[in-house]
């Protein structure tokens, strides 16, 4: 495994709830990226970070923020956790370079009821 | 905006038939694209990309720029080979932008 531990791995959470994800890496890669994945639709980008406080919105930000105040930690956060949020979550980081393939996280298992 | 499209969701044929799966990519500039696999209860993993031009577990995949396709090949399929496969596609500009397809599931029968 590549140095990439996800936190919790598997969450139950209220309707209306803030709710936290950590993304930790331990080995410097420059990017990281936060997926949900669904039946039907595969993975989907939420958000990616190509360093230090430098993010940007995937295809399906809303409702999602983010927050990379060091190298090895990436933060999802669901400012108020709705139903649609029940999903699978896995990150994923990367070196630089487009050929430098991806390594994921377990996975975290959030259900919002 | 760069999109991929897997067409498939589920697709099954038996141990030692040929497999095909499906990727079609819209991007505006020069794409890197990937196959990943995820067997049941592991992470996601890397198959191939086709910068490498490699061949792994059997598998191929040539990228076609005229009809913007990635298709992942393996000419006798075994059981080991049923998972869940993702074609992905990285933005060749700065921030490197990573997505996926919708994943195709498939299913080698015995």
């Known amino acids: 495994d590549a140095g990439i531990t996800q936190s919790p791995r598997h969450k139950v959470t209220e309707t209306g709830t803030p709710v936290t994800l950590r993304c930790h890496q331990t080995e410097n890669h420059r990017y990281m990226y936060w997926y949900r994945q669904d039946p039907g639709h595969g993975l989907r980008l939420i958000h990616y970070?190509?360093?230090?406080?430098?993010?940007d919105k995937g295809e399906v930000s809303d409702g999602y923020s983010v927050s990379r105040s060091k190298t090895e930690d990436f933060l999802l956060t669901l400012e108020s956790a709705t139903s649609s949020q029940t999903s699978v979550y896995f990150c994923?980081?990367?070196?630089?370079?487009?050929?430098?393939?991806?390594?994921f996280g377990q996975g975290t298992r959030l259900t919002v009821v | 905006a760069q999109r991929v499209t897997q067409p498939e969701k589920l697709l099954s044929v038996f141990k030692g038939a040929p497999v095909e799966l499906k990727c079609n990519y819209s991007?505006?500039?020069?794409?890197?694209l990937f196959w990943y696999v995820q067997y049941s209860r592991q992470r996601l993993q890397l198959l191939l990309r086709?910068?490498s031009r490699e061949s792994i577990k059997g598998f191929t995949a040539d990228l076609n720029k005229g009809e913007t396709s990635f298709h992942l090949k393996k000419p006798f399929a075994q059981e080991e080979d049923s998972a869940m496969y993702y074609c992905?596609?990285?933005?060749?500009?700065?921030?490197?932008?990573?997505?996926f397809g919708q994943g195709t599931r498939l299913t080698i029968n015995p």
């Open positions: 992905a596609l990285k933005d060749s500009q700065g921030a490197q932008k990573l997505v």
């Open positions: 991007y505006s500039g020069s794409p890197e």
């Open positions: 970070s190509y360093g230090v406080k430098d993010t």
């Open positions: 994923a980081i990367s070196l630089q370079g487009l050929k430098a393939e991806a390594f």
């Open positions: 086709h910068i």
